[in-house]
């Protein structure tokens, strides 16, 4: 089985493939409204810490069961640690359905702003003009539109399909991104956005609350937790540097959050917006932005579509990686083929976005339960297997790397810091999933 698998072509096709899958919706939307709602810098930074802390670790850690069994999760996980670690691989499935579920209506959104943008300019109301199309049935349109196009990609396997997509969309993205801010820089009134960006609360450093969301958003951004980066890396070859890719994986994913809060920031504030990032919420993006964009003019339309053609970019990446986990299981355990498997996969998860297309309540619940809920107990659970009952998980990393001898600190990392902060951030996220269900149950 393991010398029929696929491989990708060259060492850049998997890189960027891997940014890809990191950087998306996660990035340019999630990041953006989460620093607002967290009250700036203070976030930002718990951010970082929870990044390169529990973050990397975790990143080698799905690379290495990935690379060194070669085989999607649930097979992987029962290659090293038998039967009932295959458990853990069917939840890292269930929550690539979930989450891909309602990223595909939220990129239908974006599609739909970034199409109509160039034809009509974006709307002065965009309140009313988001709250018109973000549920109903264009919105089921446009996510069945995004989740066919999802599908082809990674119907055309791991060569021709999802390194080919990476190698020509992730360098288009980060031109966009850069672009923008040079661009946001130049506004007068850029400052403000800045100044708020920058601005320090530290009494929130100390706030449990803030820290589970930085960790929930790190593990989110890095695609962390239910096995995306593990399947890619399972088409890796064992002379790519394990080490080196995880920190060139999470440094290219903070950079591009990072730049494109130095877009949204600097534009908001200097078009006067800023009250309504107080109130941030799911659809700032989708509210504020197109009205920044509106109130500019020609240069408005110009940016705004820049900016939706970034984040249509980043969420197609992201999006194939989803899909890829389900497919590239379904292959594994039953040998049937790409391409009908793919179908198969791509089908069932769009109709069961449907709900999500309907109701913007549904469509927080399931991103509460599969994109936070699910991300933290799956990283937990892979930190505690490879920290724990992987056998030399160290040999295995240090593989085709430079820096093997820095490695016996990563076991200890997992142990003894990825596992206890998992376990507190667990806590607060379980709560706080219990919370939004008794809130939408009490109506
Ligand atoms: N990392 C992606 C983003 O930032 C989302 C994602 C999560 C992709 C989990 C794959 C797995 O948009």
Known sequence: MASGRESWSSRLGFTLAAVGSAVGLGNMWRFSYM??????????????????LVGLPVMLAELTLG???????????????????????????????????????IAGWTVRYGIEALTQGFPADAGDKFGAIATGGAAVAWHLGFLAVTTLVVSGGVRGGIERAALWLMPALGVLVVGLALYAATLEGASAGYAFYFQTDFGALADMDVLKDAAGQAFFSLSLGMGAILTYASYLSRDQDLPAESVTIA??????????????????????????VGGSTLGALFITLPKAFASM???????????????????????????????????????????????????????????SALSLDVLGLVDQVGGQLLLILGGLALAIFVGFFMPD????????????????????????????????????????????LAALVAG
Do not use: K
Not at 35 to 52: D, H, K, P, R
Not at 77 to 97: K, Q, S
Not at 261 to 276: H, M, N, R, S, T
């Open 35 to 52: 620093t607002a709602e967290n009250g700036g810098a203070a976030f930002v930074m718990l951010y970082v810490l929870m990044t390169a």
């Open 67 to 105: 690379r060194g069994a070669a085989r999607s999760p649930v097979q992987a996980l029962i290659h090293y640690g038998g039967r009932p670690w295959g458990a853990l691989g069917i939840v890292f499935v269930l929550a690539g359905v979930a989450i891909l579920s309602y990223y595909g209506v």
């Open 251 to 276: 440094l290219s994913d903070f950079a591009v959050a990072f730049i494109a809060g130095l877009v949204v920031f600097p534009l908001i504030f200097a078009l006067g917006l800023q009250d309504e």
């Open 297 to 355: 003019g020609t240069a408005g339309t110009v940016i705004g579509v820049a900016f939706f053609a970034a984040l249509v970019v980043g969420a197609l990446t992201s999006a194939v990686s989803l899909l890829e986990v389900v497919v590239s299981t379904l292959i594994d355990q039953t040998g049937m083929e790409r391409r009908t498997a793919a179908l198969v996969c791509g089908g069932a998860i769009a109709l069961l976005g449907v709900p």
């Open 393 to 436: 998980p160290t040999g295995e990393a240090s593989e085709g790397s430079r820096f093997g001898a820095l490695l016996f600190a990563w076991r200890a990392l997992l142990r003894f810091v990825v596992v206890p902060i998992l376990a507190v951030v667990s806590v607060y996220t379980l709560i706080d999933t219990w919370n939004a």
